[in-house]
């Protein structure tokens, strides 16, 4: 099983803080002849009467200041690997690239990691390490 990021539990508080049920810490799972393994998954009820949202959560630090770029090269590759493997064994669950808000409010403010997120559509989901909660969805 991979390390966990960092922040692993950081993103897992706030998502239940938000209304989410981690259903999978973390989601297995095997396609085209290989494992991959995404770190949450949780699902959120909407109504008695309607089937739940379900989600995916890949967890990034961006710790390593000088080296945010290849930090970046590895979530977004990840980022569109796994979305490719939920869309053919999971694909009623939405893969979100969690990311903390200050990593969010510097790097990927930047034009270049902007433009690439929006060129890929990443779903990102914005944490706040002190607070525990998230601070912003990204659809």
Known sequence: ??????????????????????????????????????????????????????????????????????EFHTALGQFINYRGALRRINPDRVLYLAVPLTTYKTFFQLDFPKEMIAENQVKMLIYDVEQEVIFQWIN
């Open 1 to 70: 099983m991979p390390a966990k990021d960092v922040f692993h539990e950081v993103v897992k508080t706030a998502l239940e803080k938000d209304g989410w049920q981690i259903t999978h810490d973390p989601l297995t799972i095997s396609v085209g002849g290989v494992n991959v393994s995404i770190d949450l998954a949780a699902q959120k009820l909407i109504a008695a009467e309607r089937q739940g949202q379900k989600i995916a959560v890949e967890v990034k630090s961006f710790l390593q200041k000088s080296s945010a770029i290849s």
